[in-house]
């Protein structure tokens, strides 16, 4: 059993910043591209940023600038670092992860955590 647990999700003002965690855990062979996702009410889940296994990363041009995507291979977890957060920035954020299980060893699944929320309101 493979999941995905966010956590670092919260209420800020506009101009703050907050730090998005999300660890796999599990029976885990191996991680490819690891991203995050977010959903606003009324609108589509979009992408906000993504990391490969190799460090190569790709954001959204609405937070380019301002948020920072990274990760710990040892500790099979992404981080989203978001600055000078906006009022348009709440949303539920989704941690996203391409997993091979070890019941596989060939086969990669796409996984998502169960979201965490990210309100910017004064």
């Known amino acids: 059993q493979v999941q995905l647990v966010e956590s670092g999700g919260g209420l800020v003002q506009p101009g703050g910043s907050l730090r998005l965690s999300c660890a796999a855990s599990g029976n885990i062979f191996s991680i490819n591209d690891m991203g995050w996702y977010r959903q606003a009410p009324g609108k589509q889940r979009e992408l906000v940023a993504a990391i490969t296994s190799g460090g190569s990363t790709n954001y959204a041009d609405s937070v380019k600038g301002r948020f920072t995507i990274s990760r710990d291979n040892a500790k099979n977890t992404v981080y989203l670092q978001m600055n000078s957060l906006k009022p348009e920035d709440t949303a539920v954020y989704y941690c996203?992860?391409?997993?091979?299980?070890?019941?596989?060893?060939?086969?990669?699944?796409?996984?998502w955590g169960q979201g965490t929320q990210v309100t910017v309101s004064s």
């Open positions: 996203n992860a391409d997993i091979t299980p070890i019941t596989t060893m060939s086969y990669e699944f796409d996984y």
